[in-house]
Structure formats: structure tokens, C-alpha cells
């Protein structure tokens, strides 16, 4: 870690939630030139820290509910575990794909109109690979809270930054919501699905590029996105950040909860918040309502931020569960390319 200095720090923290942001406002922000924090990016990507940007969508909106689905494996070996992964990555439905420890093996998260087709591509993924599941768990999103990486600046004397960071744009820029709600005055036509196809590819396409693909003008471009913007489709940009390389460990933390009264449950979001290891909070409809994914220096520094949570909450707290990510296989919010939308 001694690779990367301050400098680097208010880089990384500035494109975190804004992968967007422009080199020049950038660099304007860190007192740096364009060409240095040009070429400060790109050493971020050749030592592996960052690998680019997705971008952040609320399908929902569109009709488009999202499904967790953990998968204990067994009786495969390693060319039928790299087939299987395969195939989920190749799955125009999944959304995420990791490869985990503790007593599951792969998470996946699954997109569906409805849960009438949330069963038919779990059918699938039976068919095809029933004979190596050996038990899983199904749980519905409700909502989800993005949470910046706080830890990123860890010196005192960059709390400044941080204040600075907060005011980047008209919304909240040190989080982002996920409603989960259907709107039906909501119109997309198959331009704004290129659109956003393109910029799941690669959030940090510049409106050039996408108008080149597209086959509109730059402004036309960009007013289309300001507009899915406004509307909440588009939450934001994320930095596909790898925490491994900057010294940190992924964990996804589970609570069974019991009797999640409003009061309660706004506590444990603004424990969340305001906690600098907290990337993301998902509430469910399953066994465990609440989930944390965690990036923390170590195993010991989990079962710290575990053993908080639990004395905390030990009121609502019935059972928890917790494994390690190992790798992230596939991040893309907006995986079915052109589709029809579904009628609801």
C-alpha cells in the first residue's frame, strides 16, 4: 500500500461515486494538473486498484425486479465450476456474479420481470446444473443504499475533501438510493435502451463515443442522459474498484431480523452510514432481511464491526450469517442489452 500516496487517496475518493467527473474538475479539486492526475489514473489501473466504472440503474422503474440467489455447490470440479461460472456471466439476466466463502460458494443476483420469470431462469440454472447445487436461498430486493467508500481518505487532515466531495452535484453525493418502485409514467424508447446499454458497458464513455454508436448528435446524447437522470433510472456512476488491492477484504454480512420496526430499521441504516467499512445496505423479503457488504483491513476487523452490530441490535438480531467475497465475476447493472420493456 505504500504504492499509493494522498494524492492518490483524493483521486480515488473524488471518482468513487462521480466516475464520471471530468479530468479537468478533477484536477481542479486535487490542486493537480490534468496531466497528472491523467497519469496518476492510469498507474490506479495498471497496479490494478481500479478497472474502470459501471453505472448505477434503478430497473425497477422500468419493470424490472431484482433476485439474490446464494448457491452452495458441491460434487464439481474445477473445469465444471469454470463452465458454470461461465454461464451465468453469459446470462443476459444476471446482474452480479461472485464467487464467495463460508458455506456458499457463488452469489448471483437475477433480474425479472416478475417472479413468475425469476422462477423460469431458476428452472434453468436447475436444469442445466441441478446435480452440483446442493442447497440455496432466494431472497427480493426491496431496496438498496449505496454508501461512499469513506475509508478512502483516512487522514484527518482530508476531512475537508470529504466536505468537498459531499457538494459535487445537486443530489447526495456520499450515497445513492435505490427506491425499487415501478413507475409507469416512465416512457423509454429503444434509443435510450442503447443508451443505457452503452453506458453499462462503460460508464466513462464520453457522449461522443455514445452519439457514434447511437447514431445521434453529442447534445442529443447528453440530454437524453440528463433526462434519465432526472427521472431516477440512472442513480449514478460507481469506480469498479478492487478493495483487495488497496489493502482491504470484501464480506457480505446477513441478518435474520425480527419484528424490523421503522425505528429501528432507521437506526440500523444510519449505523450504516455513518460507518466507513459499510459500502452497501439491502433490505429483503427472505431469511435475512437486512444485508451489509463490508470492505474491511482484515478478519479480525469484521468480527470487531460484527460484534458491534450484535450488541447494538442484539433486540432484533435472531441469526446472522457471513462469508468472505473472493471475486467479483461479472458487475453490470443493465445486462439485457436492447429488450422490450415489460408491460405491467
Sequence with gaps: MNQIDQKDRR?????????????????KNVQCSREIVEY???RLHKLGIISGAHTIFDLDLIGYRSFRLLLRLFKLNKEEK??????????????????IGGRWDIIINVLAKDASQFNHIFEEFVTRYGQYIQEYEILTYINIHDYARKYILSHKSEKKDQIQHS?????????FYHPMQYNPHLSLDTTDLHILTQLANNAQ????????????????????IHSLEKNGLILGYRL????????????????????????????LITFAELNSNIIFVVKHIGKYRITFECEVENEYHFHELLSEIRDRFN??????????????????????GNISLPKI
Design 11 to 27: 483521486i480515488l475518493q473524488q471518482l468513487d461515486m462521480h466516475a464520471r467527473l471530468p479530468i479537468n474538475e478533477i484536477a
Design 205 to 224: 464513455h464520453s457522449y461522443t463515443q455514445i452519439a457514434e454508436e447511437v447514431g445521434l448528435t453529442r447534445n442529443a446524447i447528453k440530454a437524453r
Design 167 to 175: 457538494k459535487l452535484n445537486s443530489k447526495s453525493s456520499s450515497q
Design 40 to 42: 496518476r489514473i492510469q
Design 82 to 99: 469454470e463452465r458454470f461460472i461461465h454461464y451465468l456471466i453469459t446470462h443476459h439476466h444476471t446482474w452480479w456474479v461472485a464467487s
Design 240 to 267: 469498479s474498484f478492487h478493495p483487495s488491492k488497496f489493502g482491504r477484504s470484501s464480506y457480505l454480512l446477513l441478518l435474520n431480523i425480527n419484528n424490523l420496526k421503522q425505528e429501528r430499521e432507521r437506526e
Design 315 to 336: 433486540d432484533i438480531i435472531l441469526d446472522f450469517d457471513f462469508f468472505p467475497i473472493f471475486y467479483d465475476h461479472k458487475i453490470n447493472y443493465f445486462p439485457l
